[in-house]
T-cell receptor, first 111, second 115 residues
Framework: QKEVEQNSGPLSVPEGAIASLNCTYSDRGSQSFFWYRQYSGKSPELIMSIYSNGDKEDGRFTAQLNKASQYVSLLIRDSQPSDSATYLCAVKTGANSKLTFGKGITLSVRP | GAGVSQSPSNKVTEKGKDVELRCDPISGHTALYWYRQRLGQGLEFLIYFQGNSAPDKSGLPSDRFSAERTGESVSTLTIQRTQQEDSAVYLC?????????????FGSGTQLSVL
């Protein structure tokens, strides 16, 4: 079992819709959870982080964490064509540890 | 510098040659990470430095790969006897202390092509 799994994708949604991106992780000791966005040919950039169960909202983005189910998700409301990118889920087990990435989900927002 | 700097940005080499990739992290950042990203794939962890030591080098794929960091700044990733499967973008990232909640700042990467 891979440490961080992102199995769905690619995902295509119309402009203005809600995009839902999902991620599961295997290490129950994981403490920190991140979503990075990577445009084609560019480096990843952090868009959301979440550390405790529940929802965390930042503008059009909402991260959701359920540690019991080992599940983290990212919702993008009012999707825009500029949101078209690959979204990488990343998990850290603690301080002084590596950040483990999933393989990413490619999102395409149709105008 | 203002951000994480990697050089060269592109490297084309022949199979069997050795290559060195350089990463200059953000000044003051003690944590440094190397990742590999093959075309269309996610980020594959290679090695993590805290200061000049490497507490986690579990991602290095073979003994052809090595990395060092000196002066708690610049890091060099060396690939010996390159193979075609080594072709990928090699990304370096740094963070302030390596804390569990810290954001990683990525460089622009080195695109390595092994012919």
């Amino acid at each position: 079992q891979k440490e961080v799994e992102q199995n769905s994708g690619p995902l295509s949604v119309p402009e203005g819709a809600i995009a839902s991106l999902n991620c599961t992780y295997s290490d129950r000791g994981s403490q920190s959870f991140f979503w990075y966005r990577q445009y084609s040919g560019k480096s990843p950039e952090l868009i959301m982080s979440i550390y405790s169960n529940g929802d965390k909202e930042d503008g059009r983005f909402t991260a959701q964490l359920n540690k019991a189910s080992q599940y983290v998700s990212l919702l993008i409301r009012d999707s825009q064509p500029s949101d078209s990118a690959t979204y990488l889920c990343a998990v850290k087990t603690g301080a002084n540890s590596k950040l483990t990435f999933g393989k990413g989900i490619t999102l395409s927002v149709r105008p | 510098g203002a951000g994480v700097s990697q050089s060269p940005s592109n490297k084309v080499t022949e199979k069997g040659k050795d290559v060195e990739l350089r990463c200059d992290p953000i000044s003051g950042h003690t944590a440094l990470y190397w990742y590999r990203q093959r075309l269309g794939q996610g980020l594959e962890f290679l090695i993590y430095f805290q200061g000049n030591s490497a507490p986690d080098k579990s991602g290095l794929p073979s003994d052809r790969f090595s990395a060092e960091r000196t002066g708690e700044s610049v890091s060099t990733l060396t690939i010996q006897r390159t193979q075609q499967e080594d072709s990928a973008v090699y990304l370096c990232a740094s963070s302030l202390f390596g804390g569990s909640n810290e954001k990683l700042f990525f460089g622009s990467g080195t695109q390595l092509s092994v012919l």
